[in-house]
């Protein structure tokens, strides 16, 4: 966990696994900012898929949006607020529910610049597990930045950086096996911009990104669904519809 606040750190080449729901990877969980730093080459396996032996509690804490999802993602690989001139580049994501989020319980904002680059991220598309007598489901999110805020103003880092021009950089990376491939939630247009560019897109249901986010150049390889017409069926298996009567 990166907390408080922080200046040119690198976490480099490291195996993180076996997370269970509502835990994390990589989190900011920062009062102030973090400064001019990287993520590189690291490697995220089952992260928030694994189910422990104890029973499974949400903790009970809001979070800033992310667009029209109503529900708040329970804990991602990387977990991201407050963070200023942020590199992710280079790590791979093995059978995680949820692999680079701004939202998640407890998740207070980031808003600064941030490059997202050629990165492999796989999902489990979903997940489900018994929580207080109720069976839980979450659908997976691949990539998920938003720039809401909750209290900015605390203190004077985080409200220049809030009021400050920022860019989001999601470039040549492969997202694969998430419910929602890409959410994209820039809430001031004028001095937030994002580009999403060159990425593949595969096995995903949704795409969540507005007008305002310039795309160019990026493979997208939807899942087809299941369906009947009249007396067809139609299944789907990858990129392949075999109709029957």
Known sequence: MVSWSGRNITLRNNYIAYVPPYGYGVAFDVKYMVYDSKIVGNVFEHIGDVEPPWELSSPGLGSVPLDRLTFIPPGAAIELESAENLVIENNTFISCLNGILTSFPDAIGNYGNLTIRSNVLIGTYYA??????????WPGIGIGIGTAAYRPDENEERWRAYNSKAYIEIRG??????????????????????????NTFTGYLELVISQYVYAK?????????????????????????????
């Open 128 to 137: 489900e597990w018994g929580e207080q007598g109720r069976e839980k489901y």
């Open 173 to 198: 990376n492969r997202v694969e096996n998430f419910t929602y491939a890409l959410v994209i939630d820039v809430k001031n247009q004028i001095l937030k911009k994002a580009t999403v560019e060159n």
């Open 217 to 245: 150049g990026n493979k997208l390889a939807p899942l087809l669904p299941n369906f009947k017409i009249s007396n067809l069926t139609v299944e789907a298996t990858n990129n392949t519809a075999t109709i029957t009567v």
